[in-house]
């Protein structure tokens, strides 16, 4: 064989402990992309190491591995066997309650994806090069093949960006959309810079809401070293209250967030609220810092104050985003009620390939309709936000 040749050979493991960090993070973050904090090896390896992603959680490990001829680390996907469809955020109960009222089974499946976590980001992971595409379409062929050899009812791929879900499209997957809302940077110097783009009325709204959110109470950004040990035993009762008001159960544990902190503190926006009186905690917020995106994951209080929520989540993330640069901030999945306040409408994508071609035909013709909904959706909304229009 000529030693300048491309072969690939393809692997599967349990534990993202069984490859180098760095090895990872090179095919993850690659250099010149964007910094996605989730994909990052310290992120997804804690998720393991604590046990918020076992097997005992309905997380299983299969992470695929794709090397090159000189067994260098050139592609990989996060992929899970999952037992249940929650944490997904992508969701498809009612695909599994049709296929097992026809007499199917819908569990396990494949996901590859983000455990917890409802941000686009990179799936099909690998190193910008000439191969890409062939590591790409040989990753995917891993999954499909792993979905069929096992007798598993589907591969879902979650949180795509925008070329991923036309490139997998073009290979028959299904694609399926939704909406988030994201707050855009368009250069603000300030809070002020943004408020001055709003109409009249909804400007009004929002200094309104911002005061009435900062009497009595102040609020503070912590990074780095300035997050402690007791920092965190304060958000995790946060965490827990609102998690288990949401989804009966937190998904994380409190280990979790000491590794989180341990190894991404500077990754990390955690905002408090304090009472100016007695300088009392009273809610938080935690953020995770991307190279152009501030991501909100979660929050909590331990009172109820006006406004408190939006401003420790939104207009704390605006602050942050503005002071440093950021383009973006992404505050998770749902919430109508963002779009008073500043923050727009976005489309998510997923793809997903079905194993029984009768019910991937059926979940097909779903699927246009609800494109049609989503896009119908984002339409309305766009045309609804808080800014001044042209003529304003």
């Given at each position: 064989?000529?030693?300048?040749?491309?072969?690939?050979s393809?692997?599967?493991?349990?534990?993202?402990?069984?490859?180098?960090?760095?090895d990872?993070?090179?095919?993850?973050?690659?250099?010149?992309?964007?910094?996605?904090?989730?994909?990052?090896?310290?992120?997804?390896?804690?998720?393991?190491?604590?046990?918020?992603?076992?097997?005992?959680?309905?997380?299983?490990?299969?992470?695929?591995?794709?090397?090159?001829?000189?067994?260098?680390?050139?592609?990989?996907?996060?992929?899970?066997?999952?037992?249940?469809?929650?944490?997904?955020?992508?969701?498809?109960?009612s695909?599994?309650?049709?296929?097992?009222r026809?007499?199917?089974?819908?569990?396990?499946?494949?996901?590859?994806?983000?455990?917890?976590?409802?941000v686009?980001?990179?799936?099909r992971?690998?190193?910008?090069?000439?191969?890409?595409?062939l590591?790409?379409?040989?990753?995917?062929?891993?999954?499909?093949?792993m979905?069929?050899?096992?007798?598993?009812?589907s591969?879902?791929i979650n949180?795509?960006?925008?070329?991923?879900?036309?490139?997998?499209?073009?290979?028959?997957?299904?694609q399926?959309?939704?909406?988030?809302?994201?707050?855009?940077?368009?250069?603000?110097?300030?809070?002020?810079?943004?408020?001055?783009?709003?109409?009249?009325?909804?400007?009004?709204?929002?200094?309104?809401?911002?005061?009435?959110?900062?009497?009595?109470?102040?609020?503070?950004?912590?990074?780095?070293?300035?997050?402690?040990?007791?920092?965190?035993d304060?958000?995790?009762?946060?965490?827990?209250?609102?998690?288990?008001?949401?989804?009966?159960?937190?998904?994380?544990?409190?280990?979790?967030?000491?590794l989180?902190?341990?190894?991404?503190?500077?990754k990390?926006?955690?905002?408090?609220?304090?009472?100016?009186?007695?300088?009392?905690?009273?809610?938080?917020?935690?953020?995770?810092i991307?190279?152009?995106?501030?991501?909100?994951?979660?929050?909590?209080?331990?009172?109820?104050?006006?406004?408190?929520?939006?401003?420790?989540?939104?207009?704390?993330?605006?602050?942050?985003?503005?002071?440093?640069?950021?383009?973006?901030?992404?505050?998770?999945?749902q919430?109508?009620?963002?779009?008073?306040?500043?923050?727009?409408?976005?489309?998510?994508?997923?793809?997903?390939?079905?194993?029984?071609?009768?019910?991937?035909?059926?979940?097909?013709?779903?699927?246009?309709?609800?494109?049609?909904?989503?896009e119908?959706d984002i339409?309305?909304?766009?045309?609804?936000?808080?800014?001044?229009?042209?003529?304003?």
């Open positions: 064989m000529d030693k300048d040749e491309f072969t690939l393809i692997s599967i493991i349990n534990a993202l402990s069984e490859v180098d960090r760095d990872w993070n090179k095919i993850a973050n690659p250099e010149g992309e964007s910094y996605d904090p989730f994909l990052d090896w310290d992120f997804l390896q804690a998720l393991e190491e604590t046990g918020c992603v076992s097997p005992q959680t309905g997380w299983a490990p299969y992470h695929i591995l794709a090397k090159d001829q000189d067994d260098q680390l050139i592609g990989a996907c996060p992929m899970y066997l999952k037992s249940h469809s929650q944490g997904e955020f992508v969701f498809d109960h695909w599994a309650d049709a296929l097992e026809a007499g199917g089974r819908y569990y396990p499946k494949l996901l590859i994806g983000v455990p917890f976590t409802p686009t980001g990179r799936r992971l690998c190193i910008p090069s000439p191969n890409a595409t590591v790409k379409d040989a990753l995917l062929q891993t999954a499909v093949k979905t069929s050899d096992n007798n598993l009812s591969l879902h949180f795509i960006d925008a070329l991923e879900y036309e490139e997998l499209g073009a290979q028959s997957l299904l399926r959309t939704d909406q988030q809302f994201h707050w855009e940077n368009d250069n603000y110097n300030n809070f002020d810079d943004f408020l001055n783009v709003l109409a009249s009325r909804k400007r009004k709204n929002l200094k309104k809401e911002r005061a009435q959110a900062q009497d009595g109470i102040i609020y503070e950004h912590l990074t780095g070293d300035q997050i402690t040990a007791e920092h965190w304060i958000f995790y009762d946060y965490y827990t209250d609102t998690g288990a008001r949401k989804w009966g159960s937190p998904y994380l544990n409190r280990d979790f967030f000491t989180l902190g341990q190894r991404m503190s500077d990390i926006l955690l905002v408090f609220a304090r009472d100016t009186e007695d300088n009392r905690p009273i809610a938080g917020a935690l953020n995770m991307g190279s152009d995106t501030l991501y909100g994951r979660y929050w909590g209080c331990s009172e109820q104050r006006p406004c408190l929520h939006f401003e420790t989540c939104y207009y704390q993330a605006i602050d942050f985003a503005i002071a440093h640069g950021l383009k973006r901030v992404e505050a998770g999945a919430g109508g009620h963002k779009l008073a306040r500043g923050y727009s409408p976005s489309p998510t994508y997923s793809a997903h390939w079905i194993a029984n071609e009768s019910f991937s035909d059926a979940i097909a013709q779903y699927l246009t309709h609800e494109r049609e909904q989503v119908s339409e309305y909304l766009g045309q609804r936000t808080p800014f001044r229009k042209s003529e304003d």
